[in-house]
């Protein structure tokens, strides 16, 4: 495979996760220099099949928007072959990235005090649905579970429908990038003690932390957040207005956006309206106002009118969907979205100027390197 000087040239990662969170966090030590092994059973990964679409080698484009960057093995883990592999792996490894049920690496040799004692300098990143003890510890954990369980689907959605998941899987992927800050966190410190330690992340921290401002407003008031669409709970107007050709999202954040609004609007008037001076004014007067400002947000076209408020620094913009987003100037400017041969993928959203991350080699089939791990391991 094709080396890196990005930033994290020189560690050597073992990969033995799947589905999203793992993967992700990997891709991302990866895409700055890491040589991530990722280490599949025999039966692969199951992203591999979730599609359609497939590429053209068959591969889903679930898995393949996780994978790149990483060489790939195949071992069985509950085989002791496999097991006797995986130590060796680790014996030159600086990482080691999980998400296996509470008790499996366990059972396979490879439990915390042995990986510790062992292995003294590995950092040993494990992700879990909800921990591995505690009243719910060793439950199996998804993405969508734990939005219903930590309360996000409760707050997401219109107020007059039923509670809605997040479109994407954005426990999973953030829970992915909160493992990757972890990794450094711990590889940081390490510099300083020679020793590695646990990085215990749990989907459910993730959702309970995603849960501001909703928990902060919880946790002063002990009154439960009501759903509110697209709506912002505690400013207005931030919602989604209809304009003449589609969709367009407001997000007006203070009262002199809302003076720059209301005159782009040719309401100047409505600035100095009782009802709507201040900000805790137009969310006490929502449904008002908002009446009000979809009403003269219907007479205009949207990217005209975006483009005039966001010269006066009203925050807006129409609401596009993933096609328009992938293609848009200022993402294709931020090389957001990159190509190499067949590979299509989304760019690196972490830019350092020094050691850039890249995206060297797209995901490999099941097991392609296998051949060539081992011959290093065995030094021929």
């Not at 560690?11 to 033995?16: A, E, F, P, T, Y």
């Not at 390490?190 to 020793?195: A, D, I, T």
Request: net charge negative.
């Amino acid at each position: 495979m094709p080396t890196s000087d990005g930033a994290l040239a020189g560690i050597r990662v073992v990969d033995l996760s799947r589905v999203l969170a793992g993967p992700l966090c990997t891709q991302m030590l990866a895409d700055h220099g890491a040589e991530v092994i990722k280490v599949e059973p025999p039966a692969g990964d199951e992203t591999r099949g979730w599609g359609p679409p497939f590429l053209g080698d068959g591969t889903s484009a679930y898995f393949n928007g996780l994978n790149r960057n990483k060489r790939n093995i195949v071992l069985d883990l509950a085989a002791p072959e496999g097991q006797a592999t995986l130590g060796r792996l680790l014996e030159d490894a600086d990482v080691l990235v999980e998400n296996f049920k509470a008790g499996t690496l366990a059972k396979w040799g490879f439990d915390d005090d042995h990986l510790r004692r062992v292995y003294p300098r590995l950092v040993h990143s494990r992700i879990t649905g909800f921990g591995v003890d505690g009243p719910r510890g060793s439950a199996p954990g998804y993405d969508a579970i734990l939005q219903a369980y930590a309360g996000l689907m409760s707050i997401n959605g219109d107020s007059d429908g039923p509670a809605l998941r997040v479109g994407v899987p954005i426990v999973d992927m953030v829970t992915g990038m909160l493992s990757f800050s972890g990794i450094m966190l711990a590889l940081h410190e390490r510099h300083r003690s020679g020793h590695g330690q646990l990085v215990d992340n749990t989907l459910l921290d993730t959702a309970v932390t995603l849960l501001h401002p909703h928990s902060a407003t919880w946790l002063a008031s002990g009154q439960v957040p009501e759903r509110t669409g697209s709506a912002h709970p505690t400013i207005a107007p931030y919602d989604t207005f209809a304009t003449r050709d589609g969709p367009l999202f407001l997000g007006v954040g203070n009262d002199r956006q809302f003076r720059d609004l209301v005159d782009v609007l040719g309401k100047p008037e409505l600035a100095d309206d009782p009802r709507f001076v201040t900000n805790p004014d137009r969310v006490i007067n929502r449904a008002e106002l908002s009446a009000i400002v979809g009403a003269l947000l219907a007479e205009h076209e949207r990217e005209a009118l975006g483009a005039r408020l966001l010269e006066r620094g009203v925050p807006s913009s129409p609401v596009h969907d993933v096609g328009e987003t992938l293609t848009d100037p200022q993402v294709l400017h931020r090389d957001m979205v990159v190509s190499d041969g067949d590979y299509r993928g989304i760019g690196i959203p972490i830019k350092l100027t020094r050691t850039p991350g890249s995206v060297r080699t797209p995901p490999r089939q099941r097991g392609a390197d296998t051949a060539d791990v081992l011959r290093e391991l065995d030094g021929s």
